[in-house]
């Protein structure tokens, strides 16, 4: 994951505008989408001031952009205005469930496109048949 994946993917976390977000960078919010779009290059200072905003070490928002493994990410306001702490879990396991969901979509999927092609073979030979009597 690209480090302007990983800080999109940690604003949407925290349910965060583009604009929210710039607001936060004191940048304006065409800046803030060219980091996010991966079109400019951050700067180790810039990079510092995103962690900053995130809570976490610049160390560890470039960690979290080189591994899918497991991370955790501190929570401001939620509901109650109590501080939680919410976990994004993408482990093997979570990733393992995605991947079995995807292959019965396909299967599903599969199959409807078979009932389609019978549909349309049995219409076919209606068509035919039908040409045949006139």
């Keep these: 994951m690209t480090v302007a994946k ?9 349910n ?3 604009e929210e977000m710039a607001e936060k960078l004191s940048i304006s919010k065409s800046s803030y989408a060219r980091w996010e779009s991966g079109e400019n290059q951050l ?3 810039q ?7 995130f809570q976490i070490d610049v160390l560890d928002l470039l960690k979290l952009s080189k591994q899918n493994a497991f991370f955790g990410i501190v929570m401001g306001d939620i509901g109650d205005n109590s501080t939680g702490h919410k976990q994004i879990n ?6 393992q469930n ?9 299967e599903y999927l599969s199959e409807k496109l078979k009932d389609k092609e019978t ?3 049995m219409q076919q030979e209606e068509i035919k048949r039908l040409k045949q009597n006139q």
Excluded: F, G, P
Aim: hydrophobic share 45%.
């Design 6 to 14: 990983t800080i999109k993917m940690l604003r949407e976390v925290k």
């Design 16 to 18: 965060w505008s583009q």
């Design 43 to 45: 700067k180790l200072h």
């Design 47 to 53: 990079l510092e001031k995103v962690a900053e905003v």
């Design 90 to 95: 993408c482990d093997n396991e979570y990733l």
């Design 98 to 106: 995605e991947i079995e969901k995807l292959q019965m979509q396909v």
């Design 119 to 121: 549909i349309i073979a």
